[in-house]
């Protein structure tokens, strides 16, 4: 009988390396677009904090609020992925608005 890291084609360790690398894409790509954004040169440290305060911030009020509205939606895992999709519909309404400014060299 094979040991089960022979018969599974991703190791443990291999998903664990490769996974990550999208997200970590992701996150460069978002902080390029508030760098290239800003203007105040002097605080851009303070400018990523902020950045940073507002993708934590809604993590922390999900993990809160979470179970409080799976409750409200009758405990159904199901009801609660269409509350996540029109959460999501109204997020990316909100980021469509956002355009990015081309700065003069």
């Known amino acids: 009988m094979k040991e089960w890291r022979q018969s599974f ?19 460069v790509r978002d ?8 203007q105040g040169y002097g605080h851009m440290g303070a400018y990523l904090g ?10 922390i009020v999900a993990a809160l609020v ?22 999501l519909i109204i997020g990316a309404l909100c980021v469509a608005k956002i355009k990015e400014k081309k700065q003069e060299v």
């Open 9 to 27: 084609p991703i190791s443990p360790s291999n998903s664990q390396v490769l996974l990550p690398a999208p997200n970590r894409a992701v996150q």
């Open 31 to 38: 902080r390029m677009f508030v760098t290239n954004a800003l």
């Open 50 to 59: 902020l950045f940073n305060g507002t993708i934590c911030i809604p993590q």
């Open 66 to 87: 979470g179970g409080a509205i799976l409750s409200l939606v009758g405990s159904v895992q199901s009801n609660m992925m269409i509350v996540a999709g029109v959460f």
